[in-house]
């Protein structure tokens, strides 16, 4: 009877973490990989964008990437400031970044991060983007 009903709960658990491992995330589909080389020339090139406003950025650290169709977001650490995500029609190497995000985020603020990201400076960014990062903002950050 024991090993019954651990065998039920053991099915249940199971059962659980794979419909929990099979929902979809909205980042399902957007590029997260960037390689040793481009990561270095992205903080150098992000380093001298930053600086032309935060003249204490000594250095950048490249956190995360997220990139889609012809456009990028690059999550980074000033060590002056918060630490901020950086939006790109292109990438990092091509054009100064059209808008920035940083700071904290509720929950309940992915719709208003996913308005401004649709009507603000980084008008034209791909919905599926868009909605990526508005839920890895105020929903996944990690």
Request: hydrophobic share 40%; aromatic share 10%.
């Amino acid at each position: 009877m024991k090993n019954m009903i651990l065998q039920k709960i053991t099915g249940i658990f199971l059962s659980t973490l794979a419909t929990a491992s099979a929902i979809a995330s909205p980042c399902d589909g957007i590029n997260r990989s960037i390689n040793l080389q481009n990561k270095r020339f992205f903080a150098e090139t992000i380093t001298k964008q930053l600086k032309a406003q935060i003249p204490d950025v000594a250095s950048v650290q490249i956190l995360q990437y997220f990139a889609y169709k012809d456009w990028s977001v690059v999550y980074v650490n000033t060590q002056v400031s918060d630490e901020v995500f950086l939006i790109y029609h292109d990438s990092p190497l091509k054009g100064k970044y059209l808008d920035s995000l940083a700071g904290a985020y509720a929950a309940n603020e992915e719709q208003s991060v996913y308005d401004h990201l649709i009507n603000g400076d980084s008008k034209g960014i791909p919905t599926k983007l868009a909605k990526c990062i508005a839920w890895h903002i105020t929903k996944d950050r990690d």
